[in-house]
């Protein structure tokens, strides 16, 4: 069974920093693209940052030059190094992957989610 398993959120004051991990497990030919989003109470889910295959990243204007997303296609995990963190930036932070799970056929997958807290 294909599932993203993620870690390392938790409980962090501001200016502080935080690496989440997001490992991909089961049956797996490839891996397309991987990103973050996040989602605080009351709020839309929103894209943190993306990388593709290649290496290619974007991010939410939010974040950009205090966060950096990476992979290690070697060990199918994605990292998102958090820096400078805000008060603003705590919500639950979700792992998406689209996975080539068969010849022809990628579907998506979203980890379970971890939580970010960033005190003031």
């Known amino acids: 069974q294909v599932q993203l398993v993620e870690s390392g959120g938790g409980l962090v004051q501001a200016g502080g920093s935080l690496r989440l991990s997001c490992a991909a497990s089961?049956?797996?030919?490839?891996?397309?693209?991987m990103g973050w989003y996040r989602q605080a109470p009351g709020k839309q889910r929103e894209l943190v940052a993306g990388?593709?295959?290649?290496?290619?990243?974007n991010y939410a204007d939010s974040v950009k030059g205090r966060f950096t997303i990476s992979r290690d296609n070697a060990k199918n995990t994605a990292y998102l190094q958090m820096n400078s963190l805000k008060p603003e930036d705590t919500a639950v932070y979700y792992c998406?992957?689209?996975?080539?799970?068969?010849?022809?056929?990628?579907?998506?997958?979203w980890g379970q989610g971890t939580q970010v807290t960033v005190s003031s």
């Open positions: 998406f992957a689209n996975l080539r799970v068969r010849p022809g056929i990628s579907r998506d997958y």
């Open positions: 089961g049956t797996i030919f490839s891996i397309n693209n």
């Open positions: 990388i593709t295959s290649g290496g290619s990243t």
